[in-house]
């Protein structure tokens, strides 16, 4: 019997890693509870997910309650039989009092945590661990992941990635860049690296596209090898609270649809780095909409502890009632830089007329992008950014060195251990003022 047992067990492990595709699931709550949670991994239990991306819950609840949480969620997995990833926030105890860290923690079927992946929240922290590098682990169904951060995406290129074809995405981050933000700028990435990323905005499969987006527990099947996959646009819909890039730092100029009905050509540049724009719209076209063609090659703020070296070609506009008969974009981008189409649409754009390539030579990345009968487009261009970070570096340093001064200097000051020795130190001194007004008017 015992012989049986072992059989099975074997056949069955057989049978998971002979598999093509596994099934990912993706959480997405707008009020964030623990009952919640635990009741959706049991639910993506009951659904065969294999792997199940929480969204991060709230930074003082999770760091309170770390250990309570990280126990529950363990349990949880363990009795769906499901891998879970999530982001929490913990307290790191240090000698001026405690800084908060966030953490990536993946647990598989057994509740036991497989990956951690932790960076301090705040840059400028002296006493908590150095981040560490984007964690990796295997799984049971044959398939090895790479846990990152939603900024990881900007920050990380394909020499980071070592052959890793299946990524976890979570922990939320505000960019100042909207083309920067995980919900569009994810499946670029996902498309331009050709690798799966389940993320809380949604599941990618490279250049596949968006697999499922959408409802509370979102699950998608995914293809092992990303390469078997037939090619989509990496089209985004534009969500109602949508924050438009902020063009005042671009060199632009506005799109004559009058002449683009007959095919309009424009050539924008901006230090140095130039766009080639051709656009051609539909006869029937609205002349009083407006949309404008912009370049920009400078560096860009990424959150409060990044800044990033872009060089971008856009068309943007905020009318979604033009037909665009082709849009065309081609520049030489810099040399050592990656490039992503971004493409904004409140319809679904055709494949077969859609082309982003890019030709590397000796001092540049020629990068051409096309659309061929694109309706309701918002944002169609091309974002470069350059990975030698050292270039800007001590920009950012002297740019923001009072800032982050002032910061840490108030950071420290409203410490809860130090605001403690305040008040130790404050009581002592009445105690020491009272005593010696006695003493005095003893004296007298």
């Given at each position: 019997?015992?012989?049986?047992?072992?059989?099975?067990?074997?056949?069955?492990?057989?049978t998971?890693?002979?598999?093509?595709?596994?099934?990912?699931?993706?959480?997405h709550?707008?009020?964030k509870?623990?009952?919640?949670?635990?009741?959706?991994?049991?639910?993506?239990?009951?659904?065969d997910?294999?792997?199940?991306?929480?969204?991060?819950?709230?930074?003082?609840?999770?760091?309170?309650?770390?250990?309570?949480?990280v126990?529950?969620?363990?349990e949880?997995?363990?009795?769906?039989?499901?891998?879970?990833?999530?982001?929490?926030?913990?307290?790191?105890?240090?000698?001026v009092?405690?800084?908060?860290?966030?953490?990536n923690?993946?647990?598989?079927?057994?509740?036991e945590?497989?990956?951690?992946?932790?960076?301090?929240?705040?840059?400028?922290?002296?006493?908590?661990?150095?981040?560490?590098?984007?964690?990796?682990?295997?799984?049971?169904?044959?398939?090895?992941?790479?846990?990152?951060?939603?900024?990881?995406?900007?920050?990380?290129?394909?020499?980071?990635?070592?052959?890793?074809?299946?990524?976890?995405?979570?922990?939320?981050?505000?960019?100042?860049?909207?083309?920067?933000?995980?919900?569009?700028?994810?499946?670029?990435?996902?498309?331009?690296?050709?690798?799966?990323?389940?993320?809380?905005?949604?599941?990618?499969?490279?250049?596949?596209?968006?697999?499922?987006?959408?409802?509370?527990?979102?699950?998608?099947?995914?293809?092992?090898?990303?390469?078997?996959?037939?090619?989509?646009?990496?089209?985004?819909n534009?969500?109602?609270?949508?924050?438009?890039e902020?063009?005042?730092?671009?060199?632009?100029?506005?799109?004559?649809?009058?002449a683009?009905?007959?095919?309009?050509?424009?050539?924008?540049?901006?230090?140095?780095?130039?766009?080639?724009?051709?656009?051609?719209?539909?006869?029937?076209?609205?002349?009083e909409?407006?949309?404008?063609?912009?370049?920009?090659?400078?560096?860009?703020?990424?959150?409060?502890?990044?800044?990033?070296?872009?060089?971008?070609?856009?068309?943007?506009?905020?009318?979604?009632n033009?037909?665009?008969?082709?849009?065309?974009?081609?520049?030489?981008?810099?040399?050592?830089?990656s490039?992503?189409?971004?493409?904004?649409?409140?319809?679904?754009?055709?494949t077969?007329?859609?082309?982003?390539?890019?030709?590397?030579?000796?001092?540049?990345?020629?990068?051409?992008?096309?659309l061929?009968?694109g309706?309701?487009?918002i944002?169609?261009?091309?974002?470069?950014?350059n990975?030698?970070?050292?270039?800007v570096?001590?920009?950012?340093?002297?740019?923001?060195?009072?800032?982050?001064?002032?910061?840490?200097?108030?950071?420290?000051?409203?410490?809860?251990?130090?605001?403690?020795?305040?008040?130790?130190?404050?009581?002592?001194?009445?105690?020491?003022?009272?005593v010696?007004?006695?003493?005095?008017?003893e004296?007298?």
């Amino acid at each position: 019997m015992k012989g049986l047992s072992v059989v099975i067990s074997f056949l069955c492990v057989c049978t998971v890693f002979a598999s093509e595709s596994y099934r990912a699931g993706v959480l997405h709550l707008q009020n964030k509870e623990m009952s919640d949670y635990t009741h959706y991994i049991r639910e993506a239990g009951n659904s065969d997910v294999d792997i199940l991306v929480l969204p991060s819950l709230d930074s003082i609840e999770s760091s309170d309650k770390y250990d309570e949480i990280v126990d529950v969620i363990s349990e949880t997995a363990k009795q769906a039989n499901v891998y879970v990833a999530i982001h929490l926030y913990e307290k790191a105890r240090c000698h001026v009092g405690h800084e908060m860290v966030r953490s990536n923690l993946v647990f598989d079927r057994k509740g036991e945590i497989v990956a951690v992946y932790r960076k301090p929240q705040n840059s400028n922290a002296n006493c908590t661990a150095s981040p560490s590098v984007p964690a990796t682990f295997t799984t049971d169904f044959g398939v090895t992941f790479g846990v990152m951060m939603e900024e990881d995406l900007a920050l990380y290129d394909e020499e980071h990635l070592k052959g890793v074809q299946n990524f976890i995405l979570t922990g939320d981050w505000q960019s100042e860049l909207p083309f920067l933000s995980a919900a569009l700028f994810a499946p670029s990435w996902s498309y331009t690296n050709n690798v799966n990323l389940v993320s809380t905005s949604g599941i990618y499969s490279g250049k596949a596209g968006l697999k499922a987006g959408s409802g509370r527990l979102a699950v998608a099947d995914l293809l092992k090898n990303v390469e078997n996959e037939v090619s989509v646009v990496p089209s985004v819909n534009t969500p109602v609270n949508f924050l438009a890039e902020d063009l005042n730092l671009f060199v632009m100029k506005q799109l004559d649809l009058h002449a683009s009905a007959n095919g309009y050509t424009e050539t924008i540049c901006h230090r140095s780095f130039c766009c080639e724009f051709y656009v051609k719209t539909a006869k029937d076209t609205k002349t009083e909409s407006t949309y404008n063609l912009a370049t920009f090659n400078g560096v860009r703020p990424f959150g409060a502890n990044h800044n990033v070296a872009t060089q971008i070609c856009v068309l943007s506009g905020s009318d979604s009632n033009v037909n665009f008969e082709r849009i065309s974009i081609a520049a030489n981008f810099t040399k050592q830089s990656s490039q992503y189409p971004i493409v904004q649409s409140t319809a679904v754009l055709p494949t077969e007329s859609f082309n982003f390539e890019v030709k590397s030579n000796a001092v540049s990345e020629q990068v051409t992008l096309d659309l061929e009968n694109g309706k309701n487009v918002i944002n169609f261009g091309i974002f470069g950014k350059n990975v030698n970070v050292d270039l800007v570096k001590d920009y950012v340093v002297e740019k923001n060195a009072t800032v982050d001064g002032q910061s840490e200097f108030l950071e420290y000051i409203f410490n809860e251990d130090v605001q403690e020795f305040v008040d130790y130190v404050w009581i002592r001194l009445r105690v020491l003022i009272v005593v010696v007004s006695i003493y005095i008017l003893e004296m007298m």
